[in-house]
């Protein structure tokens, strides 16, 4: 069965940080590019981040760019992300996403992120003012 779990979300108060994490089961973790996506309330879902199966580049959306991270631990089938100086407006469920053919992360960021294969159920991430 294929699972992707996220967990680290919470409250965090503006500025702060939080790591979520990304567990993968049930398929070749190596073959898959691996996303981070947000939805906020009443918005379109987003790619946030991106890590490419091919290389491991990593891509990010401009509005987070030097204040994310991205990383892949293979050996747990797990990826992350490092959100840092968050702001009140990135309130929102944050998903990460596998998928086999998107393997330069092309499209995360376009509307062809609803091709992706796998989502995970979410997981929230609250920031205060």
């Known amino acids: 069965e294929v699972q992707l779990v996220e967990s680290g979300g919470g409250l965090v108060q503006a500025g702060g940080s939080l790591r979520l994490s990304c567990a993968a089961s049930?398929?070749?973790?190596?073959?898959?590019?691996i996303g981070w996506f947000r939805q906020a309330p009443g918005k379109e879902r987003e790619g946030v981040s991106c890590?490419?199966?091919?290389?491991?580049?990593?891509y990010y959306a401009d509005s987070v760019k030097g204040r994310f991270t991205i990383s892949s631990d293979n050996a747990k089938n797990t990826v992350y992300l490092q959100m840092n100086s968050v702001k009140p407006e990135e309130t929102a469920v944050y998903y990460c996403?596998?998928?086999?053919?998107?393997?330069?992360?092309?499209?995360?960021?376009?509307?062809?992120?609803?091709?992706?294969?796998?989502w995970g159920q979410g997981t929230q991430v609250t920031v205060s003012s």
């Open positions: 996403a596998a998928d086999p053919v998107d393997r330069e992360c092309d499209y995360y960021s376009d509307p062809r992120m609803t091709l992706y294969q796998y």
């Open positions: 049930g398929f070749t973790f190596d073959d898959y590019a």
């Open positions: 890590i490419s199966s091919s290389d491991g580049s990593t």
